[in-house]
């Protein structure tokens, strides 16, 4: 069993990209809706948060995990790992080397939430993986909200000019990578495409979930290629976004649990 | 001692306006930044937070208390009143009795969460006030991160271009009066303004509080004027955002509490 967990819906974009890896695993994935978004909070809160989530992993038995949010793996995941000890893949570290592997002019810009962004993760794994790149990180939090309140049109004016603002730093930098520093962001790839037409896009569920499937035990990868969601909030509210996020029809068992109780 | 909760920031626009009506009372204002927005969420999640809220308020001592949150005043405000023995406004009946008195063709709009709309209470109460009224709801949801991510100048094409695509409905009603049925949504509106320029706007903040003043035992305004704020995540991210709802510098103290324990 292999677990994915996000603070909401944006790492099912991981689970996609691991599902289409990983055709025969067994998946579970956790989505914390009813705490949901994790990039506006501090980092003690989201520390507490990730931790409930691990102990709720460790009962259901998981072989490995992925920590699908950008949020956690920016501030969390070396404290997870003190007390966890099945493969957890983070989605920073996998994404730097594959920005540092991709960017031919040495200039990388990253995007994420709030707390990715002031955090440095994505720049200090850059630093620790290639120590010439150059990085800069802008915060976009106006994105989380357009994408999940379906702005995702390709030519949507409103996501659009948002991009244009907010990447304009990047463009001004001469990045030609651009770390996509949350799960949301792949979503609105093209309109962020559109903004910097020259730089190659660096998906992070997508790198994370190839670093999954190297991590994760062999006996993990020979399942059912069954699939279960939990979330912390309304089903049904779940049901109506995923497939925005999955790009086809969610059909998925999915159970509400009671996570601070873990 | 007079309470003023919301999920979040959106209640200093109602605690300004409550400060305005009743200069010398003690204030406390709980923020819930910490399980902020309330507005995606269950009925059953929002009523066990507004009760914790409760417990919280009760421990305060306080005299009288505002829901200045569009959502706990939809789903949840009976239930709290099952309990709780002092004055408890919520934001939609003074509303509603504002945009009857004020509306010339009987044509209301009401705008506010996703969760607001969709319990149908603004519209349950116009009908109520005045059984001819007619009234239509329109979520929408994008407008509070905006306001908190900045996007509230009256002229940013952003926001104008979501208003238009959201408040479309509403001019299409022919609407005369509308609802600012979200704490948030004062902030924005000139753009909202520009967007329906014949429609008078109707603040649910002001609203509540002077339905609050009118309440609230005549001892508990006669205090020093003094005001504390409380927030369930970090003090010094409320104090950023908190001069953008306040239109002024907000030096009062900030107090992080454990709202899960209440």
Redesign the interface.
Known sequence: MIGIFDSGLGGLTALREARRIMPNADFIYFGDT??VPYG???ND?IVRYATQIMHFMAEMRVDAALAACGTVSSVALESLRSFCHIPLIGVVEPTAKAAAAATKNGRIGVIGTGATIKSGAFERALARISPDVKAIGEAC??F???VE?G?IQADD??TL??ARRYLAPIGAFGADTLILGCTHFPIIAESIKRTLPDVTLINSGREAALALSEAAPAHSLEGHGSLTCYVS??PE?FRDVASIFLGERFDAPICKIDI?RY
Do not use: K, Q
Request: cysteine-free.
């Open positions: 009813g705490r506006s909070r501090s809160t939090p106006l989380v909200p357009l309140n702005f004016v409103v000019e948002v909030d309304n509210n601070e």
